[in-house]
């Protein structure tokens, strides 16, 4: 069965350096999701792709946060500098339409920042 | 903002046991899905529903989508330790250009 696969699976650094997070949808999925869970919590939409176009980045902190997918296919995730608040669950999610109906959700990256 | 409401919060039963979960809102959506996150992990798709007052089982599992579209019910009939996890509902509209809201969730425990 076809998966969303999410590297790395943890990752901890210390406040101010730079990380990133890789993503790579289900074969065929246009649509590719980039989602924050802090614990206790569902998952907050940070951006959304159509093929290599942003949809919504409206909840994404430019600042620090950045999101790309240069080809359309996988996506990576960067974070710089960290904070302290940046500790969450990082998730990606494809679904085959547009329109966020079957998301299908890969295992996640669970970033502790310290 | 579309917000959706999931009550309880937490939830722990014996085994056995039935069950019903619930998300609500004030916002009519167009499709509503289901889904179930173990710890450590990504939340995985149970069902999607997407007309009024539509009703589908899974197994054990049974879902009902409101009359208005507004909410949903989740019931677990026999609880096994094994559903066990956080069960999050998700809402998306077209009237929200199809942008997924997610619910708080509701942690379930099954005790065996």
């Known amino acids: 069965e076809a998966e969303v696969a999410q590297s790395p699976r943890y990752k901890i650094t210390e406040k101010s350096q730079a990380v990133a997070f890789w993503c790579d949808p289900i074969s065929g999925h246009a649509t590719l999701y980039w989602y924050r869970q802090i614990l206790g919590q569902g998952p907050e939409l940070l951006v959304q792709?159509?093929?290599?176009?942003?949809?919504?980045d409206s909840q994404l902190p430019k600042d620090r946060f950045s999101a790309e997918r240069l080809k359309g296919v996988d996506s990576t995730l960067k974070i710089q500098p960290a904070e302290l608040g940046d500790s969450a669950m990082y998730l990606c999610?494809?679904?085959?339409?547009?329109?966020?109906?079957?998301?299908?959700f890969g295992p996640g990256t669970r970033l502790t920042v310290t | 903002t579309q917000l959706l409401e999931q009550s309880p919060q937490f939830l722990s039963i014996q085994e056995g046991e039935n069950l019903t979960v619930y998300c609500n809102s004030s916002?009519?959506?167009?499709?509503l899905q289901w889904y179930r996150q173990e710890p450590g992990e990504g939340p995985v798709l149970l069902v999607t529903v997407v007309t009024g007052g539509e009703v589908k089982k899974l197994k054990r599992l049974t879902f009902q989508f409101g009359d208005a579209r507004k909410d949903s019910s989740l019931h677990i009939t026999a609880a096994q330790p094994g559903d066990t996890g956080l069960y999050l509902c998700a809402g998306s509209s077209w009237t929200n250009a199809g942008k997924s809201t997610f619910g708080d969730g509701t942690t379930l425990t099954v005790k065996p």
């Open positions: 999610a494809s679904s085959q339409t547009p329109g966020g109906y079957e998301q299908y």
């Open positions: 916002s009519v959506f167009s499709s």
């Open positions: 792709f159509q093929d290599e176009s942003v949809v919504d």
